[in-house]
């Protein structure tokens, strides 16, 4: 890992300590989540909200482990948008999962995290996830189709019962082989975590 990226990273796991996390009014946690890809080695599944601040503050670590660590562990993101307090959040969902009805969901989740700052507070969001998609070569107006459609809204309300049933009450939350983890403070934590669940496999 690169010099220019440990520094970053150093500044992303401070900036975590001055955000905190969001969390839901909601007591109790599972230390357990449903299996959720059988038949897979290793799995780590993020519950996140494009919104929250500090999700973006862990997205350059998740991206940076999913480059080191390749195939040999499965990624799963799941939505989990915090409607009360990120009027964004659900939009950005979507519109993660309009992209991926193109086969582009995590070119468009990455680039909805790296410009959260631009359309985070913004009355008119659709305007900025559309030229998104636009500079991903998508197909716009499938894409506004695919934006409204019950079948991508109901992909990301599944995704947040799942977090509901799986007791989640902040984001982001991370679960390791079905096993809640505390969230990990440096690169190099989780960095150690997913090589000590790649062993045991």
Not at 44 to 59: H, K, N, R, T, W
């Amino acid at each position: 890992m690169g010099k220019s990226l440990k520094i970053f990273l150093g500044a992303a796991v401070l900036a975590l300590a001055v955000l905190g996390l969001y969390r839901l009014s909601r007591t109790g946690i599972s230390e357990q989540a449903p299996s959720i890809v059988p038949g897979v080695g290793t799995v780590l599944i993020e519950y996140s909200d494009f919104q929250c601040p500090a999700c973006g503050v862990y997205y350059p670590i998740i991206k940076a482990l999913q480059q080191e660590f390749g195939e040999s562990i499965v990624f799963v993101y799941r939505h989990f948008p915090l409607r009360q307090i990120h009027a964004n959040a659900d939009l950005a969902a979507r519109s993660a999962e309009a992209a991926g009805k193109q086969g582009k969901f995590w070119e468009m989740h990455d680039m909805i995290f790296e410009n959260q700052k631009d359309w985070a507070s913004q009355s008119n969001a659709k305007k900025s996830m559309i030229e998104y998609a636009q500079s991903l070569n998508l197909d716009a107006e499938r894409f506004k189709t695919d934006l409204d459609s019950k079948e991508v809204k109901e992909k990301v309300n599944n995704d947040y019962l799942s977090g509901i049933q799986a007791k989640v009450n902040a984001v982001p939350t991370f679960f390791l082989n079905g096993t809640k983890l505390q969230n990990p403070e440096s690169y190099e934590e989780f960095k150690k975590l997913l090589e000590e669940a790649i062993l045991k496999v």
